[in-house]
């Protein structure tokens, strides 16, 4: 994964959440402070822990924390800080207008005490909107309400018009972004940030190999080693030995796969066809299934009566087998027939 490049902001968060802070009362302040992680410890407290060190309830210390909020926007402390909000504004604004905190915070400092006071001046500045994590988005900001509407609309579109077994390139998944957003303006309209607004999904999601689909699917989100090496032969492109998705599997991913685990990890799964020793392909690639005589029975039976050499031509199509292994499969009497024309067809 590349590095993620961090911002260069002219203020330092701790120093500016302690000249907010100084307006509140003692225990305000210590609410607060514990609320959002802010002292020498980065635990942000529940309402109950906080609670029960000041013998209140959940719902006082809410209000507590809510009307503290309040207190510091309406301050002077806030007013003197107001170019700090616009110089935070104007970055959100730089990197796409909506971005989960996350990522946000990761562009700024990878110091977690610092992510916490950057978070905190985020909730009490007013030039922010925060939307809540639920089950198709992550905990989001956004600093432009109509682009966050198009971001979100565009993702629920993608989404749907992704079936469970879909695998798209990351350039493929950008210029499909890029046809939904065409009224947004150009300097959004880069990889960084559409990736970044991708990113927002929780429903869509990308495998290791930079591929997207619905986060759900195997093909993304690979669970076991049928999932991986269906990606890695995918990726190959052509009938691979079992003993190299194998390694590739480790390489790639870097999860440990036994040879005789694939093996026989990969003879128990439909999506893939033995074409060969050890030869594995996928189904999708229309490979018939079965041994070599099942491949002639279904050739003969889908062509008709065949020659010698045109079932051989037909099988080896389907099959990585030498000549003489279909020879020996055409004498079996029980299996196929030769007629006077020297041609053979399914014994009945």
Request: charged share 30%; no cysteine.
């Amino acid at each position: 994964m590349a590095k993620k490049t961090i911002a260069t902001i002219s203020f330092k968060p701790k120093q500016v959440t302690k000249r907010l802070l100084s307006v509140l009362n003692d225990r305000a302040k210590d609410v607060i402070t514990g609320r959002y992680g802010l002292g020498t410890s980065t635990q942000r407290l529940t309402l109950e822990s906080i609670g029960k060190k000041y013998g209140i309830t959940r719902e006082r210390v809410r209000q507590i924390e809510n009307h503290s909020l309040n207190t510091i926007r309406k301050s002077g402390a806030y007013e003197k800080e107001e170019i700090i909000f616009e110089e935070l504004k104007k970055h959100i604004e730089n990197i796409g207008a909506i971005v989960s905190e996350e990522d946000l915070l990761e562009t700024i400092t990878n110091e977690a005490s610092t992510k916490n006071h950057l978070h905190f001046l985020l909730v009490i500045g007013n030039p922010f909107a925060m939307e809540k994590e639920n089950d198709s988005y992550k905990h989001r900001w956004n600093v432009d309400e109509g682009i966050s509407k198009t971001i979100h609309s565009t993702l629920e579109k993608l989404y749907s018009g992704l079936s469970d077994d879909d695998i798209v390139s990351e350039s493929e998944m950008i210029n499909d972004f890029l046809e939904h957003i065409k009224d947004i303006s150009e300097k959004y309209k880069n990889e960084e940030v559409i990736k970044r607004w991708l990113s927002l999904s929780k429903k869509i999601d990308k495998n290791p190999l930079n591929e997207w689909g619905r986060s759900d699917s195997p093909n993304i989100n690979a669970k076991g080693i049928r999932d991986y090496a269906f990606l890695v032969i995918r990726r190959h492109g052509s009938p691979i030995h079992f003993r190299e998705v194998a390694k590739s599997i480790s390489e790639i991913f870097n999860k440990k796969a036994h040879e005789a685990t694939t093996h026989n990890e990969l003879i128990k799964d439909p999506r893939f066809v033995l074409v060969g020793r050890g030869l594995y392909a996928l189904s999708e690639w229309g490979y018939m299934s079965g041994v070599v005589k099942d491949v002639i029975q279904n050739i003969l039976k889908k062509e008709g009566p065949l020659t010698r050499e045109e079932i051989v031509d037909k099988v080896l199509k389907e099959r990585y087998v030498k000549e003489n292994t279909i020879f020996v499969n055409l004498q079996n009497q029980n299996y196929f027939k030769r007629n006077k024309d020297g041609k053979y067809s399914v014994a009945k």
